[in-house]
């Protein structure tokens, strides 16, 4: 099972989309860096996961919460998808301006 899944993710790594705006304008978009976030999260590099796109960790849970109020209704699931979401989308931007400067 394990060799299957490793093949799995070394094909999973030539089939990534390249980012437009990078390929146009020659910088990054909001969004560079979360694909190969996944995969090293899939890989067990949780470190190098937050270096390329530091917004995984909270983009998880935000839909991860959605998909569990969808199916059972939280009492605080707004508030929780509402803050998620702030998050974010914060954490986002500041990467992305962080790419910007740098």
Do not use: W
């Not at 909270?58 to 929780?80: H, M, V």
């Not at 803050?83 to 400067?101: D, E, M, Q, T, Y």
């Amino acid at each position: 099972m394990s060799s299957q899944l490793a093949i799995y993710f070394l094909a999973a790594k030539d089939y990534m989309l390249p980012c437009l705006n990078k390929q146009l304008f020659g910088i990054d978009c909001p969004g560079c860096g979360l694909q190969r976030s996944v995969l090293l999260l899939f890989e067990g590099e949780f470190v190098a996961a937050f270096q390329m796109y530091p917004a995984i960790f909270t983009l998880i849970p935000l839909f991860g919460i959605i998909i569990i109020n969808r199916l059972f209704s939280l009492k605080y699931g707004s508030q929780f998808i509402i803050g998620l979401s702030i998050s974010s989308v914060a954490l986002i931007l500041i990467n992305f301006i962080l790419k910007l400067i740098h």
